[in-house]
Nanobody, 122 residues
Framework: QVQLVESGGGLVQAGNSLRLSCVVS????????MGWFRQSPGKEREFVMA????????VSGDSVKGRFTISRDSDKNAVYLQMNSLEPEDTAVYYC???????????????WGRGTQVTVSS
């Protein structure tokens, strides 16, 4: 059974940082690209960042470029999202995803976690 479990969300003031983690089990981690999406109430799921299978290539959504970074640890079967200079607009549920390629489209991803809430106060 494939499981993606996110953690690290919470309430933070604008300008501060958070680090999200996603631990993966039930699949061969090194064979999958990993990504992060987010969704706010009433909005579509938005692409945040993705990283290739080997970790050599990353893709960023326009709204987080220069503020967020993504990394992966094959020893821990984990992917991380470091979020700096957080803004109230970053408030959302953040989802971890696994798929064949680091696509910006949610429909291209095969497996999803249940999400972790990030709330940024002004």
């Amino acid at each position: 059974q494939v499981q993606l479990v996110e953690s690290g969300g919470g309430l933070v003031q604008a300008g501060n940082s958070l680090r999200l983690s996603c631990v993966v089990s039930g699949l061969r981690f090194s064979a999958y690209a990993m990504g992060w999406f987010r969704q706010s109430p009433g909005k579509e799921r938005e692409f945040v960042m993705a990283i290739s299978r080997g970790g050599g290539n990353t893709v960023s959504g326009d709204s987080v470029k220069g503020r967020f970074t993504i990394s992966r640890d094959s020893d821990k079967n984990a992917v991380y999202l470091q979020m700096n200079s957080l803004e109230p607009e970053d408030t959302a549920v953040y989802y971890c995803a696994a798929g064949g390629v680091p696509s910006t489209l949610a429909r291209h991803w095969n497996y999803w976690g249940r999400g972790t809430q990030v709330t940024v106060s002004s």
